[in-house]
């Protein structure tokens, strides 16, 4: 039997403590396990954390990209507070006011006919209901998705996306996924002129693969609304419209992954509003909550879910439609409403574009700038022309070695954000201002030079 250990007094919430458990108690996500030096966040507000040492730290991506709101917002705790102290959780196939009104509301500020959610504990499990949905529905196996892309990281979500983070994994991947590529007009694998050739290549491909696989098992394509953590790769024109013209040509369904591109991200409620189509499937997570709370949910349109009206619909989990949950996402919907976030969120974006074409004129490792609202990617050459990017995709630690310094310097000067391979991500909370832009964008000019000493 272990030995319960008594924390000192005199020592407990010093940082040394806080550290000391942190690191021999706790496992830490996509990392190795020793020599780990954490921020030691003591408290969050506005676009603000704040180190235990008293460091102050700009928030530049939301943390995951979902602290929309920002942090410590009064409305959140209260909701959450009034609905503990009348129930907290109720069996799934009971009903709450809570889940009630969340699940309207987003049936109101979804597209079209989406109207019906099942709520889960995050976007990972989202993704893993909308296609076992998409399977039982159309009762074909295929899932097509895109090779640079992230949809989660259990088992099934993670074979669904393409990030190399999942490469150790996929000896034990789920089956019938397939992958196409991106339609990434800056590195376009068809080398094509312009934007919209670029969308006709990317369609002419997608359509080839449906034709090889058998359309007759492809049970659905699943996007992301707008491209995240793969590296913000914007999509051309059309390229949305002519994925949904395909699928729906074929019987096949469209999913719709919003866990990082919905809820004012892009400007818009959702990323694929900028696109004017609409999926049959939504998956939602993040800025549904602005994760002060976990919560997650699969958006269905109605005429899919009318299949399940007279037999069992095989879904579940213990968590689903959690009322304090689903209290705190009636209080962040509110508040995006409440505070225009939306609309800051797309003058905010139109700003950060304007920011960052200074800086290019000033820095030549800036290749190329995706953005779309607060969600954007700042992306690192070593010549312009070429395009040799300042790490390679998937870099491996020893060709890190700029980047590295890069990302040193950004947290040096005060600041979170994601450096990954060659980019820097931009995706402050929705309430920035331009003054935080400013203070933000000072911050990555100093540590882009430290890129541009590496130009050719």
């Known amino acids: 039997?272990?030995?319960?250990?008594?924390?000192?007094?005199?020592?407990?919430?010093?940082?040394?403590?806080?550290?000391?458990?942190?690191?021999?108690?706790?496992?830490?996500?996509?990392?190795?396990?020793?020599?780990?030096?954490?921020?030691?966040?003591?408290?969050?507000?506005?676009?603000?954390?704040?180190?235990?040492?008293?460091?102050?730290?700009?928030?530049?991506?939301?943390?995951?990209?979902?602290?929309?709101?920002?942090?410590?917002?009064?409305?959140?705790?209260?909701?959450?507070?009034?609905?503990?102290?009348?129930?907290?959780?109720?069996?799934?196939?009971?009903?709450?006011?809570?889940?009630?009104?969340?699940?309207?509301?987003?049936?109101?500020?979804?597209?079209?006919?989406?109207?019906?959610?099942?709520?889960?504990?995050?976007?990972?499990?989202?993704?893993?209901?909308?296609?076992?949905?998409?399977?039982?529905?159309?009762?074909?196996?295929?899932?097509i998705t895109l090779y640079q892309s992230y949809h989660g990281a259990t088992y099934g979500a993670l074979t669904a996306g393409g990030d190399p983070r999942g490469l150790p994994h996929d000896s034990q991947g789920v089956p019938n996924i397939i992958h196409v590529e991106n339609p990434y007009f800056y590195r376009c694998p068809w080398n094509s002129k312009t934007p919209e050739e670029c969308t006709e290549n990317a369609l002419a491909h997608l359509e080839r693969v449906v034709k090889f696989e058998g359309p007759q098992y492809i049970a659905a394509i699943l996007m992301e609304g707008e491209s995240g953590s793969s590296g913000c790769i914007k999509y051309p024109p059309g390229y949305w419209k002519g994925v949904k013209k395909i699928a729906d040509e074929y019987g096949i369904l469209t999913i719709c992954d919003e866990v990082m591109s919905g809820f004012g991200r892009t400007g818009k409620w959702f990323g694929i509003d900028h696109h004017g189509v609409v999926p049959d499937i939504m998956c939602v997570a993040k800025g549904l909550t602005a994760g002060y709370i976990p919560l997650g949910g699969m958006i269905v349109r109605e005429e899919i879910i009318k299949h399940f009206d007279d037999k069992p619909l095989p879904i579940g989990l213990t968590y689903s439609a959690?009322?304090?949950?689903?209290?705190?996402?009636?209080?962040?919907?509110?508040?995006?409403?409440?505070?225009?976030?939306?609309?800051?969120?797309?003058?905010?974006?139109?700003?950060?574009?304007?920011?960052?074409?200074?800086?290019?004129?000033?820095?030549?490792?800036?290749?190329?700038?995706?953005?779309?609202?607060?969600?954007?990617?700042?992306?690192?050459?070593?010549?312009?022309?070429?395009?040799?990017?300042?790490?390679?995709?998937?870099?491996?630690?020893?060709?890190?070695?700029?980047?590295?310094?890069?990302?040193?310097?950004?947290?040096?000067?005060?600041?979170?954000?994601?450096?990954?391979?060659?980019?820097?991500?931009?995706?402050?909370?929705?309430?920035?201002?331009?003054?935080?832009?400013?203070?933000?964008?000072?911050?990555?000019s100093k540590a882009i030079a430290i890129a541009d000493e590496a130009c050719v």
Request: charged fraction near 20%; charge should be neutral.
């Open 322 to 444: 959690h009322a304090v949950a689903c209290a705190a996402g009636n209080a962040v919907l509110d508040i995006y409403k409440e505070e225009n976030l939306i609309e800051n969120a797309a003058s905010m974006g139109k700003y950060v574009d304007e920011s960052v074409a200074k800086l290019a004129q000033k820095h030549p490792s800036i290749g190329d700038f995706r953005n779309t609202g607060l969600l954007g990617c700042i992306e690192l050459v070593k010549n312009r022309k070429t395009k040799e990017p300042m790490a390679p995709w998937n870099a491996t630690p020893d060709q890190m070695g700029v980047m590295n310094k890069v990302a040193a310097k950004i947290s040096e000067l005060g600041m979170f954000t994601f450096v990954r391979w060659n980019w820097i991500f931009v995706a402050p909370p929705l309430t920035i201002d331009e003054a935080g832009v400013d203070e933000g964008m000072e911050i990555i």
């Open 1 to 143: 039997m272990k030995t319960l250990t008594s924390t000192n007094p005199a020592a407990a919430g010093k940082p040394a403590e806080i550290l000391k458990d942190n690191l021999e108690h706790s496992i830490f996500s996509w990392s190795k396990q020793s020599g780990l030096n954490p921020l030691n966040i003591e408290s969050a507000k506005g676009i603000y954390l704040y180190e235990r040492s008293g460091k102050k730290i700009i928030d530049f991506s939301s943390q995951l990209m979902n602290v929309n709101i920002g942090h410590g917002h009064p409305k959140v705790a209260e909701a959450v507070a009034k609905q503990m102290a009348e129930v907290s959780y109720v069996h799934p196939g009971m009903i709450t006011e809570a889940r009630g009104k969340l699940s309207k509301t987003l049936s109101e500020i979804t597209p079209g006919s989406l109207n019906r959610t099942f709520f889960t504990n995050g976007g990972t499990e989202a993704v893993e209901h909308a296609m076992k949905l998409a399977r039982l529905y159309t009762g074909r196996h295929k899932i």
